[in-house]
C-alpha cells in the first residue's frame, strides 16, 4: 500500500500508525498510544521486555526412537491415486 492510498484516517481525523506484524515495525504504536490515552498520562511509557530463555525440553530418547519409526512407517506408505474427484 503506497503512502499517498492511506487516507481514511485523515479524513476521519482518527490516530495512525504505519505497523508491520511481519517485520515488527512499530507494532507497539498503537498499543501505546491507547494505553495513554485509557491512563490519561502522555508521558507514559512501556518498559522494556526481559529477554526470556528458551524452555528447556527433556525427551525421553526411547519416546524420540519412537517417534523416528512411526515417521519412516508413514513416509513408507503408499498414496492413493485418487484423482478421479478432479
Known amino acids: 500500500v503506497k503512502a499517498k492510498a492511506i487516507v481514511f484516517h485523515r479524513k476521519k ?4 500508525y504505519d505497523i508491520s506484524a511481519k517485520s515488527n515495525y512499530n507494532f507497539e504504536k498503537p498499543f ?3 494505553a495513554r490515552k485509557l491512563v490519561g498520562d502522555a508521558n507514559l511509557e512501556f518498559v522494556a521486555m526481559p529477554a526470556l530463555a528458551p ?3 527433556k525427551m525421553d530418547p526411547n519416546l524420540a526412537a519412537q517417534y ?3 515417521l519412516q512407517a508413514a513416509v513408507e ?3 492413493p491415486d485418487d ?4
Open 83 to 86: 484423482d478421479d474427484d478432479l
Open 77 to 79: 506408505v503408499a498414496l
Open 13 to 16: 481525523n482518527l490516530q495512525y
Open 68 to 70: 523416528e519409526q512411526e
Open 55 to 57: 524452555p528447556d525440553i
Open 32 to 34: 501505546l498510544w491507547l
